[in-house]
């Protein structure tokens, strides 16, 4: 089975920190995501990335950043956190050219 | 740009009864996937089922089966003989052929009754 890992189930920060949001898939998914989940939003793209180094806005970036070093590890930071990223975050991988999502268990993270 | 539409943003059943979950969505691609996933209160979003747009036949998956009606894009999922476990967020989603994103609607929060 698909495994994606986030690296923390529940995260409580204070605004200014930098926060960094951790994932891992251990089946050689090419593209990765990470989303924000709120109530009455859905999911909502923050970014995503198709391959090692490569990153693409999604719809929003804005007081995000992410890295991928490796192919297996997708991370979100945020820069200096404030209260309404407050929020669930999940991250997502899929492969080839089927666009099926595997999800991690997602972070619920409060900035206070 | 694509959008998707859940109209029903709460919804509750029967134990054994049968519900069915809306979905619009706007797109001017001809191919494409669409999705429900299912979301419990565990959190992990675990995928129901998937709709091909190419493939005129409807989707099932033992009790979950879609309504897909390309023309009109709608996209329904229908729960038969519920069951508790079938409690959780229901989000429906869209991806095109450019396979760079997966896009969700709003979701509906579907409730079991004993």
């Known amino acids: 089975d698909v495994k994606v890992t986030q690296s923390s189930r529940y995260l409580v920060k204070r605004t200014g920190e930098k926060v960094f949001l951790e994932c891992v898939q251990d089946?050689?998914?090419?593209?990765m995501f990470w989303y924000r989940q709120d109530p009455g939003l859905g999911l909502r793209l923050i970014y995503f990335?198709?391959?090692?180094?490569?990153?693409e806005k999604g719809d929003i970036p804005e007081g995000y950043s992410v890295s991928r070093e490796k192919k297996e590890r997708f991370s979100l930071i945020l820069e200096s956190a404030s209260t309404n990223q407050t929020s669930m975050y999940l991250c997502?991988?899929?492969?080839?050219?089927?666009?099926?999502?595997?999800f991690g268990q997602g972070t619920r993270l409060t900035v206070v | 740009a694509q959008t998707v539409t859940q109209s029903q943003p709460e919804m509750s059943v029967q134990e054994a009864e049968t519900v069915t979950l809306s979905c619009t969505y706007d797109?001017?691609?001809?191919?494409?996937?669409l999705f429900w996933y299912k979301q419990p209160p565990s959190r992990q979003m675990i995928l129901v089922i998937r709709?091909?747009?190419?493939?005129?036949q409807n989707a099932t998956e033992n009790r979950f089966s879609v309504n897909f009606q390309k023309a009109a894009k709608s996209f329904s999922l229908k729960i038969s003989d519920s069951q508790l476990g079938d409690a959780a967020m229901y989000f429906c989603?869209?991806?095109?052929?450019?396979?760079?994103?997966?896009?969700f609607g709003p979701g509906t929060s579907l409730s079991v009754i004993p």
């Open positions: 797109t001017s691609e001809s191919d494409y996937y």
């Open positions: 089946m050689d998914h090419e593209n």
């Open positions: 989603a869209y991806s095109g052929t450019s396979y760079d994103k997966v896009i």
């Open positions: 709709q091909e747009a190419y493939k005129q």
């Open positions: 997502a991988s899929t492969y080839g050219r089927v666009p099926e999502a595997f």
């Open positions: 990335s198709y391959d090692v180094k490569m990153k």
